[in-house]
């Protein structure tokens, strides 16, 4: 049974608190070190990303009931993550 969008609520605000927290350790490590020197632009594409994953990935749990489809699905959602952030970080295919 698919989640009504009262019942979406709590997830989707679980994401974007994760979200915020994952955002939190460029935001600090800035503070200590220049190594880490991040713009809004890097801050609002982060979000974007982790935030659109997490969203996928709960409705993607809402809709797939077998742990086999939900394990390819996270797999799936996990190295598209990381090739994407790969690529924006350091440009891995160019």
Do not use: C, H, Y
């Amino acid at each position: 049974m698919a989640m009504t969008r009262t019942n979406l609520r709590k997830p989707l605000l679980f994401v974007a608190m994760a979200t915020a927290l994952l955002l939190l350790v460029p935001a600090i490590a800035m503070q200590f070190t220049a190594a880490v020197a991040w713009g809004a632009g890097d801050f609002l594409v982060a979000a974007v990303l982790l935030f659109g994953t997490g969203t996928v990935a709960v409705v993607g749990f809402d809709r797939i009931s077998s742990s086999g489809g939900r394990a390819v699905l996270i797999s799936v959602l996990a190295l598209g993550l990381a090739l994407v952030w790969a690529e924006l970080a350091v440009g891995l295919f160019t």
